[in-house]
């Protein structure tokens, strides 16, 4: 037991990017947000450099507990949710495994794949070869809002995010890092209006949801809850935004869910069904 203990509590430090300080964040990451007259001037600072093999970066001014809380985008690491979302994860799926609640485990909204990857790793140091992991992402970013069907969706700019796209190929790339990528990770490709309502998900007793939007988490929250096993977990990420906790809140409304949803931290929840 104190072996499996010591691998997670590790492994979680490492998906956090917990042990190593934070590196520098190159300056174009995130130029789509200045003024055109500002991005024209760093990107043409950043062609100058790079024909002298440099690269600038901008320090980053975020603390120790800004990172356990996940409220720094990390330039390495597998995770952005923090240390606390982590643990919750954790608690979760142990509790499940313990409890012998059925079903399988899903996250919608994956990133670089942490959390779906502490999810499988859990698995693993239980010797539990009989539950799928679902990873469920466009790999593409995040949806340009339908404005007109979701209006509470309007300005929304993480469409333009391109640090929010990452590629199949890169999750997959992440999970044979850590030895944990084989047939019981399943790979949901595609937005969650087209891929969710048909997924081959029979049971889940874990649900995370990490879509940000209104629309996102409607999409998930109203295709896959109904799968999720009496005793299972909704978690959602994104609570603090406006949107998402409006679709949350409506979705538990209209369908009479009155389970009390508990903080993780400054932004995530849970609850149990």
């Not at 430090?13 to 003024?35: C, H, Q, R, V």
């Not at 391109?162 to 044979?176: G, M, Q, R, T, Y």
């Amino acid at each position: 037991m104190k072996t499996k203990n010591l691998y997670l509590e590790l492994l979680k430090d490492t998906l956090n990017f917990a042990l190593w300080d934070e590196p520098g964040m190159p300056i174009e990451t995130f130029a789509y947000k200045k003024s055109k007259v500002h991005r024209t001037f760093l990107l043409t600072l950043v062609k100058f450099f790079r024909l002298f093999n440099y690269q600038i970066v901008k320090l980053p001014k975020s603390n120790e507990s800004d990172k356990e809380d996940g409220k720094v985008w990390p330039r390495y690491g597998e995770s952005m949710v923090g240390r606390k979302r982590l643990d919750n994860i954790q608690y979760c799926v142990e509790t499940v495994l313990k409890e012998d609640i059925k079903g399988d485990f899903i996250e919608t909204g994956v990133w670089r794949g942490g959390a779906v990857i502490l999810m499988k790793a859990i698995l693993k140091s239980y010797n539990i070869s009989d539950r799928i992991v679902y990873v469920a992402d466009s790999f593409e970013g995040l949806p340009k809002p339908d404005e007109e069907k979701y209006p509470l969706d309007i300005g929304d700019i993480h469409y333009t995010e391109d640090f929010l796209a990452v590629s199949e190929d890169i999750v997959k790339s992440n999970f044979e890092k850590y030895g944990l990528l084989d047939e019981n990770v399943h790979f949901l490709k595609g937005w969650f209006k087209d891929t969710l309502p048909t997924a081959p998900i029979d049971k889940l007793s874990v649900l995370r949801i990490d879509g940000d939007m209104y629309e996102s988490t409607m999409d998930a929250i109203t295709n896959l809850y109904p799968k999720l096993s009496d005793g299972g977990f909704c978690i959602i990420d994104d609570y603090v935004h406006p949107p998402c906790k409006k679709a949350v809140d409506i979705y538990r409304k209209e369908h009479k869910i009155e389970s009390p949803i508990e903080s993780i931290d400054w932004t995530g929840v849970y609850w149990r069904k």
